[in-house]
Structures are given as structure tokens and as C-alpha cells.
């Protein structure tokens, strides 16, 4: 049974930092890319960064120099370092695998940047 399961969310204030972790199990994920996506209320869902079975990372513009995405193959966990966040980065943060055939979802994790 696939699994993968977010924590480290919650409320901080602008400019303070959170880090992110995403458990998974049920599948091989050495071989997956995985990747952070965040959904704010009313909005899509958007890329926050990704890391491939390889190391090489992506991030979207707007994290590029605050976030950090890594991996720890032998946990079977993704991580998510969050720095000098902002009120604009309220949102529910979801974890993805993804390889050639199959793409897989977390629950997610809430986010909330507010004094």
C-alpha cells in the first residue's frame, strides 16, 4: 500500500522558518522524483520544487534561495527546509512521486505565515 505522509506544518511568523518532511512507503523511492506542490485557498496547485532519483533539483521562481528540497533515500524521506516565509506562502503544502507509469499524492500539510 502506497503511502506518503507530510508533517512539519503549522503557524509561523513572516520571516520565520519551517521544515517540511514527507514519509513514504509502498513503493521503490529511490527510482521516483519526488516533489513539494502547495494549494492556497482559491488558487491551483503549483510546483514548489522538485528532486530526482539523481540529486538534480528544481524550484519555482518564487522559492529559488528560500527553499531547500532533499531526499534521505535510506528513510524513505523527502524534506523541505522553508525560509523567510511569507504571508503569500500560506498554504497546504502536498508531497508527489512520480515516475514513468504511476504519480502518487500525500494528504498534505498546512502552512500558515501570519503575525
Known amino acids: 500500500q502506497v503511502q506518503l505522509v507530510e508533517s512539519g506544518g503549522g503557524l509561523v511568523q513572516p520571516g520565520g522558518s519551517l521544515r517540511l518532511s514527507c514519509a513514504a512507503s509502498?513503493?521503490?523511492?529511490?527510482?521516483?522524483?519526488m516533489s513539494w506542490y502547495r494549494q492556497a485557498p482559491g488558487k491551483e496547485r503549483e510546483l514548489v520544487a522538485a528532486?530526482?532519483?539523481?540529486?538534480?533539483?528544481n524550484y519555482a521562481d518564487s522559492m529559488k534561495g528560500r527553499f531547500t528540497i532533499s531526499r534521505d533515500n535510506a528513510k524513505n524521506t523527502v524534506y523541505l527546509q522553508m525560509l523567510s516565509l511569507k504571508p503569500e506562502d500560506t498554504a497546504v503544502y502536498l508531497c508527489?512521486?512520480?515516475?514513468?507509469?504511476?504519480?502518487?499524492w500525500g494528504q498534505g500539510t498546512q502552512v500558515t505565515v501570519s503575525s
Open positions: 528532486i530526482t532519483s539523481g540529486g538534480s533539483t
Open positions: 508527489n512521486a512520480l515516475n514513468t507509469f504511476y504519480r502518487y
Open positions: 509502498g513503493f521503490t523511492f529511490s527510482s521516483y522524483t
